[in-house]
C-alpha cells in the first residue's frame, strides 16, 4: 500500500513538473502573429501608406482606389460636383459664409488633401484645425506637438509638414493592426460622455474609427481648438442646446441676421443615435468597406464608398434579395430628400420674411431677434440632415423628426416676424 502510494505521488510530482514546463515554455513564446508575417516593420504613426502597403497589399490596393472612385449616386456618391449648382437655393441659406462660395461633393479618401487645400473657402486665416480630417501625417504630429498648437498653427504653415492624404495611420495602430481613435477631440468628446473608446469591442470599433473624422465639430477660442460639441449629448438638440449654452456661432447670416452654425458632416451622431441598423450591432465597415475575397485571402475592402455602388458585397452580406433593399433604400432617400426641399422653403420663405420685418419702420427688436433665433434653429437642424451624407438613410427615422422640427421652427419666425412687424405684409407668399 505504502509503495502504491509513493508511485502514485511520483507519478504527480512528474507530471506536476511537466506541465510547469510546458506552461513555461508557452509563456516565452514570441506572440503570435495575425495571417503572414510581416515582410517590413512599419513605425508608429508611419503617415506613408504604401510602407503599410508592403504587409497588406489587399488592404492598399483598395485604398488607392478611392483616388478614381468618383462614381455618382442618386443624392450623393464621390463624384466632385458643385452642391451650390445642383441647389442654388444653397447660395441664400449660407449667405455670408464662404459655403456660399464654394461647396462641393466630397470625394473619396485619397483625394483628402487635394481637395482641401483647392477650396475657395481657404485663406490666408484659416487655421490648421483645417487639416484635422485630411492626413495620415495628422497621428505623428498630435503626437509631437500637441493639438494646441496644431490647431492655432495657419494653415499654410502647417501644410509644410503634411504630404499624406488619409490613410493607415488614421485608423490602425502600427504593429498590431488594431483599430483606434487618433484623434484627440474624438477622445476628449467620449470622456466627456464617460466613454472610454480602449473598452470597446473590435466591431464597436469598425464603427468608432469613422468618428475620428465623420462627425460635427467647430473651432473652440482664438486657437480654434478642435472640439466636438457632445459635452450634453450626441442628439441634435444636444448639440444645439450646447451650442446655445457657449453662446457660438459660425457667422451672421448676410440677410436675416441670424447667428448661424454651419454643420459638417454628423454621419457618427446619426447612424448611433438608435438607428435600426445600429441597434442590429451593423458597424459602418460593414457597408462601407465589406469584407471581400482575393483567392483564399478574405480582407476588408478598402476602397471606401457608397454601399449602393457595391450593393451585392455591401448588402447582401446580410440581405438575401438585393434589389429589393437597394429599391428600399431609393424609397427612404426620396422621401427624406422631398421633405428636405420642403424644409428649405419653409427656412428661405423665413429669412425673407425677417429680412422684410428689419427693414419695416418701428420693428419690435425683441421680437425680430427671436425670429432670428428661431432661424437659427431651423437651418441647424436642417443641415444636420443635408450635411449628412446618407440622405437620411443612416437613420430614416430620425432624419424625418429632425426635418419636421426644422419645418416647424421656420414657420414660427416667420410668424415671429410678422409680430416684429406688425403687419403680415412681411409674409413671403412665393415660398409657402
Request: one cysteine or more; aromatic letters at 8%; proline letters at 5%.
Amino acid at each position: 500500500m505504502k509503495r502504491t502510494i509513493v508511485i502514485l505521488t511520483g507519478i504527480i510530482i512528474l507530471l506536476a513538473a511537466g506541465l510547469i514546463g510546458i506552461l513555461i515554455f508557452m509563456n516565452n513564446q514570441p506572440a503570435p502573429t495575425r495571417g503572414v508575417e510581416p515582410i517590413v516593420e512599419v513605425q508608429a504613426m508611419e503617415p506613408d501608406s504604401s510602407i503599410w502597403g508592403q504587409n497588406f497589399p489587399n488592404q492598399y490596393s483598395t485604398l488607392l482606389l478611392t483616388e478614381t472612385n468618383n462614381n455618382p449616386t442618386t443624392f450623393g456618391g464621390s463624384k466632385q460636383v458643385s452642391k451650390l449648382e445642383q441647389d442654388p437655393r444653397l447660395v441664400t441659406l449660407f449667405a455670408g459664409y464662404p459655403f456660399s462660395i464654394d461647396y462641393n461633393e466630397d470625394r473619396g479618401h485619397m483625394n483628402s488633401l487635394t481637395d482641401v487645400r483647392a477650396t475657395k473657402r481657404i485663406n490666408e486665416k484659416t487655421p490648421g484645425t483645417c487639416y484635422s480630417c485630411k492626413s495620415s501625417n495628422n497621428p505623428g504630429l498630435w503626437d509631437e506637438i500637441g493639438m494646441v498648437d496644431y490647431d492655432k498653427t495657419p494653415f499654410a504653415v502647417l501644410g509644410e509638414q503634411i504630404e499624406e492624404p488619409i490613410g493607415c495611420a488614421n485608423c490602425h495602430e502600427a504593429g498590431t493592426m488594431r483599430l483606434i481613435v487618433t484623434n484627440p477631440a474624438f477622445e476628449e468628446a467620449l470622456a466627456a460622455q464617460g466613454l472610454d473608446w480602449t473598452t470597446f469591442t473590435r466591431q464597436e470599433m469598425r464603427t468608432a474609427v469613422c468618428g475620428n473624422c465623420h462627425v460635427e465639430y467647430y473651432f473652440k477660442g482664438d486657437g480654434k481648438y478642435l472640439t466636438f460639441p457632445w459635452e450634453d449629448g450626441r442628439k441634435i438638440e444636444d448639440i444645439s442646446a450646447y451650442y446655445q449654452e457657449i453662446g457660438f456661432k459660425d457667422w451672421d447670416h448676410a440677410e436675416s441676421g441670424a447667428p448661424k452654425i454651419k454643420m459638417q458632416h454628423p454621419e457618427f451622431e446619426l447612424f448611433t443615435n438608435e438607428s435600426t441598423h445600429y441597434k442590429a450591432g451593423v458597424a459602418c465597415a460593414d457597408c462601407h468597406m465589406p469584407y471581400t475575397r482575393d483567392g483564399a485571402a478574405k480582407f476588408s475592402n478598402h476602397n471606401v464608398q457608397s454601399p449602393l455602388l457595391n450593393a451585392e458585397a455591401a448588402c447582401g452580406q446580410c440581405h438575401t434579395d438585393v434589389a429589393y433593399v437597394t429599391g428600399r433604400v431609393a424609397t427612404i432617400q426620396a422621401q427624406v430628400n422631398q421633405t428636405m426641399l420642403a424644409t428649405e422653403d419653409a427656412i428661405l420663405a423665413a429669412i425673407e420674411s425677417i429680412k422684410a420685418a428689419s427693414a419695416t419702420a418701428n420693428v419690435d427688436t425683441r421680437r425680430l431677434d427671436e425670429a432670428r433665433n428661431l432661424h437659427r434653429e431651423a437651418q441647424l437642424r436642417w443641415d444636420f440632415i443635408a450635411a449628412e451624407n446618407s440622405m437620411g438613410f443612416h437613420n430614416p427615422e430620425e432624419a424625418l423628426r429632425i426635418l419636421a422640427a426644422s419645418t416647424d421652427l421656420a414657420r414660427q419666425a416667420q410668424i415671429k416676424a410678422i409680430q416684429a412687424a406688425g403687419t403680415p405684409a412681411v409674409i413671403q407668399t412665393g415660398s409657402q
